[in-house]
């Protein structure tokens, strides 16, 4: 497992339709997070899980986003009706917080690039 | 919440040292990070600090001083590879375990010249 992948890459939307994107963690991460970027700024918090579980949720994350990780593995994140201030790129990252095992910090994948027209 | 401030852009030329401030206020505190973003990429994993003082790792150092709620990104010999966004990070405390969610700030641009 060479890291962190993320499905597509790049996507374009009409306002008004739905979405999903894909994420596949390091393979021993039992934490996984999802961020937004937009240019210019740093990535801001969405949602994380720990294994199954959807620990938190940034207010941010209106009632048009979901997010599921239904196995503990990989994890996709919805957005019902684009809106174009959706568009911006989707970070997943993961950890863990197994002791002994693995470093501190959040390693992220490459990143889904949303343009709702 | 968290305040994160760093600045827009710093410009430097191939060979120098260039250092990065990163000042927060926070509500609660589990260790600072540093991430490079080259445009279009994911942020890549350079450092950590979670007790004061100097981290070294090859060209790249970072200090942390938690009293002051302030933080440095230390790049030596520059080299144009390293032309980048700089991404100073805080952890969450959490209550039951120490993996909390990442605060960014708006990340540093980079840009060393020949």
């Known amino acids: 497992d060479t890291g962190v992948s993320q499905d597509p890459r790049h996507k374009i939307t009409k306002r008004g339709q739905n979405v999903t994107f894909r994420c596949d963690p390091i393979?021993?991460?039992?934490?996984l997070y999802w961020y937004r970027q937009t240019l210019g700024q740093g990535p801001e918090f969405l949602t994380y899980f720990q294994n199954e579980a959807q620990l938190e949720k940034s207010r941010l994350l209106s009632d048009r986003f979901s997010a599921e990780r239904p196995k503990g593995s990989f994890s996709t994140l919805e957005i019902q009706r684009t809106e174009q201030g959706d568009s911006a790129m989707y970070l997943c990252a993961s950890s863990s917080n197994t002791p002994g095992q693995g470093p501190n910090g959040q390693y992220f994948g490459p990143g889904t690039r949303l343009t709702v027209t | 919440g968290q305040n994160i401030d760093q600045p827009t852009e710093m410009t430097a030329t191939e060979g120098a040292i260039v250092q990065i401030n990163c000042t927060y206020q926070t509500s609660g505190f589990n260790g600072l990070f540093w991430y490079q973003q080259h445009a279009g990429e994911a942020p890549t994993f350079l450092s950590y600090?979670?007790?004061?003082g100097l981290e070294e790792k090859g060209r790249f150092s970072s200090f942390l001083s938690r009293s002051k709620g302030y933080s440095y990104l230390l790049l030596k010999e520059l080299q144009m590879k390293d032309s980048a966004s700089y991404l100073c990070a805080v952890r969450d405390r959490r209550t039951t375990d120490s993996w909390g969610k990442l605060q960014f700030g708006a990340g540093t641009q980079v840009v060393v010249t020949p």
């Open positions: 393979s021993e991460h039992n934490r």
């Open positions: 600090n979670v007790l004061d």
